[in-house]
Each structure stands twice: as C-alpha cells, then as structure tokens.
C-alpha cells in the first residue's frame, strides 16, 4: 500500500486510482462506481469559485471503496506570499477535531474507564452543580439549578446544554472569564496560556443556556471531553491522541500545533469580503490564529486540530470500514456505530430528517441533506473545511478551503457535484 505522503496528485481519474487503504475485504470488492466523464464538470464547478474569487484555495477529495477517485488542489495556500494549493496543504480543521476527541472518549468506554452514563461532575468537579439561564421575554435574565447531572452521552450529543458563550443572556459572564466573546468567536483556545483543563474548570462555574437533554446547544462540549481524556488516561490530549489514533492510522500531519518547519505548509486564512470576494483574514484569533507561534499549551478537543484532506480521509475511511484500516483497529464497529446513528433522538429541529450520534451528524431521511443517503455522518468546520462519509454510497468526500467568515455555497454545490458522478 502507498503510504499517504507518498502518493501523488491525481490529474485524472479516468485511467487510475490510488490505494488510500488496503484492499477492501472480498465482501466489498466491486468495481468502482464513478462516473469518470463528470470529471471534468466536477473540476469547472470548482475552478469557478476560484476564477470569480469566491474562494482562494481549495482541496477537493473523493474516496469511494478505499480508492482515491478524485483529487485537485486549486488556487491559492497563501496568494500574498505566492504559494499555490497543493493537496498536502495543511488546514485548521476547526471542528472537525470533534470527531477524532469523540472517538478518543469511546476508546476509554472500550477500556472501561469512561461509561456513556459517567456524570462528568465525578471527573470535574465544578461541574458537580450546574446552573442554567434563561432570558425571559423582559430582556432579564433568570438562574436556576440544573435538574439533573451532565453525563459523557449528553456532552457527545451537544445536548448538556453548553454553549460557546456568545448567548445575550450570559455573553458578559463569559467574556469575563476569558470565553464566549473573548475567545475568538467563541471555540478559539489556541492563544490561551493554560491547559485546557483550567479552562474547562473555569467554565463548570458559568450558567449554561438549557438543561441536560432538552436542547441540540453546540458549544463547548468537546472541549470539555478533550479535559476528561486527560484526566481518565493521565497524558495530554495532544499525546493521547498521537499515540492511539493519528500515529497508527498514519496521520503524520495531523496535530494541534503546527512543527516550525511546516509553517509553508499551512495555508492562510481569507473571509468573505464585500460582494463576495475573498479578502485576507487578519492575524488573531478571528484570522490567521496562533497555531505556529502561540503558546503550545491549550490542547482544544473541539476545535484545535490542523490537518490535510489526506489525513482526515484516511481517519474517515477508518470510520466507514468499522473502525479499522490497514490491520490497524482504532474502535470496534460497536463504537463507530454508536458515532454514526442518531443517539440525540428529535431534539435538533428544525433540521427535520437529520440527528446527532456520538460525535457526527446523521442523515436520517433521504433529501435531508442533499443527495446523501440514509446513514451519512458529516460534519465540518468553522474555516470551511467539511466531510461526509456515505456508507450506502461506499464513499468519503473531503473539501479543504479556509475561508472564515464563508458566504459561499461552495460546501453543498462540491456535494453535489461529487453525487451526481456516483453511479
């Protein structure tokens, strides 16, 4: 099997394929079903962001069966510094780091140390009593106890209630305590001059904005599970998630923070500006980050990871394959199970047909998310980059851009593009 940093871009699809992992077992081997002429269509739709700048840089990725399918870098890593896109291109992944600090937290469930049920109060203690706000129609602000413990399953499911602070009903309490408005908007951490435990501890004082299992809340959730994982497993997230999911799976771009020599790597952060147009993001927590020169010292379950389309297919690909890849298991299909269906029951509207598992989003209606079919976990983050895994469908769809704030619709338009040469 060619390793990932081995394997070289795709001009075409038509006449080859890459091996992105070992061959499929007998029960899936079949003959690759895309449409080689859509190629070309695939490649103008994305070009055309590019050409109208829309977008400065894209990486586009197809897996279908274990093979690379399709694959172009585009456009601009980083267009002051003249440095094109390339497909080893590192990218802030943002919340797509949710899906590898979930699967971390189901390992320790493997091992016996964590339990869905394990209030999260027995592992942090200023989560032990919570309290909730609630703005009332007055614009005045009311607190009350939490009616029951947040547990590790509501922290998976976003249902704990936690936001990310930016609520008017308890942003200045937030802010105070260097979250919500001061962080960025809202997940930043990577400037932070703290473990993210201490962070966490500090946040387990603040009111929340529903209660445990009433409400879809995104926020701070992961965040708080990369804290658990290191106080259950004694090591840094940084250092857990090496050892038991990027080393072995082979990830060896994916990290938190960004080694000095791969700096000319990363590309750089743009925003939609007026009338569309991208514009260069500024330095900061609301631009280019902290990832290369920050502090080294905030490991975000929820939003830290940096990582190429590569990397994050090959730990996706171990997703849609049960938890295994290359005689390397990660979890048992048990756990990738658990992570894929909707564990969060009809608590997200009015995303009617979609739900939440243990860590991804789940389609759980055809049409509820475009062509994707029943039983695709997706998710994304808040640079631009996204991801669905369509098991029925055999594939795994990667597309890197940094691009935040994003007014494109680039994210559905590749989407779509890539299901319409499934055949």
């Known amino acids: 099997m060619l390793k990932p940093s081995h394997l070289l871009v795709l001009a075409t699809l038509a006449l080859t394929t890459v091996t992105l992992a070992g061959q499929a077992p007998a029960t899936e081997r079949r003959q690759v079903g895309f449409a080689t002429d859509r190629v070309a269509v695939i490649d103008r739709g994305l070009q055309a962001y590019i050409d109208t700048e829309r977008v400065a840089g894209i990486v586009a990725l197809v897996v279908q069966d274990g093979q690379v399918v399709y694959e172009k870098a585009l456009g601009w890593a980083d267009r002051e510094a003249g440095r094109k896109m390339t497909t080893d291109t590192i990218f802030r992944i943002a919340s797509q780091t949710k899906a590898v600090t979930s699967a971390a937290v189901l390992q320790l469930i493997e091992d016996g140390q964590l339990a869905l049920g394990t209030r999260v109060g027995s592992l942090i203690p200023t989560f ?16 009350e106890p939490a009616r029951r413990a947040i547990t590790i399953k509501d ?14 009903s308890v942003a200045a309490l937030y802010e105070a305590a260097g979250l919500g408005p001061a962080a960025g908007n809202g997940w930043y951490t990577a400037d932070k001059e703290e473990p993210i435990c201490t962070t966490m501890e500090r946040l387990g ?8 299992g009433e409400r879809f809340v995104y926020g701070y959730n992961t965040d708080i599970l ?6 259950v497993s004694g090591t840094s997230l940084d250092e857990y998630v090496r050892t038991k999911i990027t080393a072995p ?10 080694p000095e020599s791969r700096r000319n790597r990363l590309a750089a952060v743009y925003a939609s500006g007026p009338g569309g147009k991208y514009v260069r993001a500024p330095e900061g927590p609301k631009g280019q980050g902290h990832y290369v020169d920050g502090p080294r010292k905030s490991f975000a379950g929820g939003a830290g990871l940096l990582s190429t389309a590569r990397d994050y297919a090959r730990f996706l690909e171990m997703m ?7 005689g390397v298991r990660v979890l048992s299909p048990g756990s990738v199970k658990l992570m894929s269906t909707n564990q969060s029951g009809d608590v997200r509207p009015p995303t009617a047909g979609l739900g939440f598992g243990l860590g991804f989003e789940t389609v759980d209606r055809f049409g509820a998310k475009g062509m994707s079919t029943v039983g695709t976990f997706a ?12 098991p029925e469908a055999r594939l795994v769809i990667v597309l890197m851009m940094q691009l935040m704030p994003n007014a494109t619709d ?10 319409s040469a499934v055949r």
């Open 128 to 143: 032990a009593k919570t309290t909730v706000a609630t703005a009332t129609d007055a614009g005045t602000v009311t607190m």
């Open 226 to 231: 990369g804290c658990i994982i290191e106080k």
């Open 410 to 419: 680039l994210q559905d338009v590749f989407a779509n593009l890539v299901y």
């Open 155 to 168: 922290l998976l499911t976003h249902t704990a209630g936690i936001s990310y602070g930016t609520d008017r």
């Open 320 to 326: 849609r394959r049960g938890g295994s890849l290359d």
């Open 379 to 390: 998710w994304g983050g808040a640079y631009g980059s996204v991801y669905r895994v369509d």
């Open 249 to 258: 799976l082979g990830l060896a771009d994916t990290q938190f923070f960004l």
């Open 205 to 212: 004082t603040l009111p929340f904005v529903a209660q445990p």
